[in-house]
């Protein structure tokens, strides 16, 4: 039994101390309550250091292992921006018509990051304590579901307001509420069912779901936002 395994037990038991035994059950030492925190605490700190893609990395690291260890994953966050840049030329004359679109783009897409960002924070935590798992899975889906979209509409009539009063274009300000709703619903089931697809494939979600989940808020923000853009307005 590793040592997150042995916490848990102390979480779910209430226990205060427990017998350690080797493989041939003789007592070799006691493992207590104060040995625990400390190991959650240990735990909690991996957890958020892979979230933010720098592994164990201490201060006292040098330059060159620092930079060494965090290029991989800025590496992959390069690869997928350029997907979403990919997805805004698509749009490129429905931007040069309407220049306002490009000022409403970064919120679209922030809201819909942050979001993803809030469902995938709960649902790593989740896996890491076993809170989440194939028997509760669905339920759990249903109800980020159900929060995605209950907050997209409270941010899209915001936004919506907002737009209309800013540009004087209650189309403008109709379109980006829509687009708001579509992205902070994928949002949220992109917040849960990437970091499951990355368990069930032996990947740690801590490390690599967040450049997933911005990249599919990011395209789907934009693509949202652009597209009902071009369509409402006509823009050929």
């Known amino acids: 039994m590793d040592q997150e395994e042995a916490a848990r037990e102390f979480e779910q038991y209430d226990l205060l101390s427990a017998a350690v035994v080797d493989e041939n059950e003789r007592l070799v030492g006691v493992l207590t309550i104060d040995d625990v925190v400390d190991v959650i605490q240990q735990e909690a700190e991996e957890d958020l250091l892979r979230m933010g893609g720098v592994g164990d ?8 292992s620092t930079s060494r260890s965090r290029v991989p994953w800025l590496l992959v966050n390069l690869l997928t921006a350029f997907l979403a840049a990919s997805v805004i030329g698509l749009f490129d004359r429905t931007i040069e018509h309407i220049v306002a679109l490009a000022v409403l783009m970064p919120i679209v897409a922030g809201m819909g990051g942050n979001a993803g960002s ?11 304590t076993r809170d989440l798992d194939i028997y509760n899975a669905g339920r759990i889906i249903r109800r980020e579901m159900g929060v995605g979209f209950i907050n997209g509409i409270i941010f899209a009539i915001l936004i919506g ?33 990437i970091p499951l697809l990355l368990d069930r494939f032996k990947i740690d979600p801590a490390v690599a779901s967040a450049v997933f989940v911005t990249t599919v808020t990011d395209v789907v923000g934009f693509f949202a936002f652009l597209g009902l853009a071009t369509w409402w307005f006509g823009v050929r």
């Open 118 to 128: 809030q469902t995938m924070t709960v649902t790593v935590r989740a896996l890491a």
């Open 161 to 193: 307001i907002v737009a209309a009063a800013w540009f004087r274009d209650p189309n403008l300000g109709g379109i980006i509420a829509a687009a708001m709703i579509i992205n902070m619903f994928v949002a949220a089931l992109a917040g849960i069912l």
């Open 57 to 64: 990395e201490e201060l006292s690291d040098s330059i060159l």
